[in-house]
């Protein structure tokens, strides 16, 4: 017997690591207008690691380090995890945490010990050393994270992800196929998402979102009458991945929610699987109508 061209179309998706979920959005892949990537952990492969502490006067480096690896221990933000990491890699005590709270598109708070601890986007208002921390990391292209104790900022974290290495060739594709440039959705700052934009090729660039902005990002494509797909990985993606006609997930780093919403799953750790589903459904719907 021969399989109708979208379930066979699914099925080839699948050979290609992408999970989708129906024939419903196997069909709808192919009309899409208008591609949205999330940046940390779509783009960038999202496993940053630490590459410098800054310290404000007054607490020691390791024992910042201690606290915010304890606040993050239970996150599931690339960030946190890198946190914990560069913590485990200098044998840097990490005490339990509790009342650990996920703010998504922000950053966590937890208490540890006497403390209260809150690993978070930079405000804007730091003192001098920390301010400088941070516009030398952003410069640099890297992401910093403030660390405040019983809220006195106290340390900025830099890190530094790297792109994945499809990331360029998936965008182009994309490009060609949907006749339209992609845009590039983040929490992260402006320069670290530009400095990324630039190196896989997307000019739209969308920077500083919470989960609500990614939203409206989607929401004013899909009113301007575009097909929209939005690939993330991250809890602060779920919203945004709802609201577009199709919402891909990467499988690897992703959260489970973000992986429940989502449309479609690339199951390898594989970017391109992105433009191949969207031919795929091309494809059968040639076949089909
Ligand atoms: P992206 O959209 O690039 O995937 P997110 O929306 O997940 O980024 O995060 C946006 C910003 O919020 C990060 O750059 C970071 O400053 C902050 N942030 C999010 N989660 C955490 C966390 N667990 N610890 C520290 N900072 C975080
Ligand atoms: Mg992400």
Known sequence: ATM????????????????????????????????????????????????DVVVDAGWPRDRV???????????????????????????????SATAFLAHAGLGVTATVGDHRVEVSHPRRSLPETLRHAVSDAERKGHTAVLVSIDSAPRAVVALRDEVRADAATTVSRVKKLTGNDPILLTGDNVVAARDLAAAVGIVDVRAELLPHH???????????????????????????LAAAHCGIAMGGSGS??????????????????????????????????
């Open 4 to 51: 109708p061209p979208l379930f066979s179309a699914i099925a080839n998706a699948g050979r290609h690591g992408v999970l989708v979920k129906s024939a419903v959005v196997m069909e709808q892949l192919g009309s899409a207008t208008v591609v949205a990537f999330d940046k940390t952990g779509t783009l960038t492969k999202g496993a940053p690691v630490v590459v």
């Open 65 to 95: 380090m201690t606290l915010a690896a304890a606040a993050e221990a239970s996150s599931e933000h690339p960030v946190g995890r890198a946190i914990v990491a560069a913590a485990r890699s200098s044998d840097i005590p990490i005490p």
């Open 214 to 240: 990614k939203v409206e990002a989607v929401a004013d494509a899909v009113e301007a009458g575009e097909q929209v797909v939005v690939v993330g990985d991250g809890v602060n993606d779920a919203p945004a």
């Open 256 to 289: 489970d929610l973000t992986i429940d919403t989502a449309d479609a799953i690339v199951v390898r750790d594989d970017l391109s699987a992105v433009p191949a589903v969207i031919a795929l459904s091309r494809k059968a719907r040639r076949v089909v109508f």
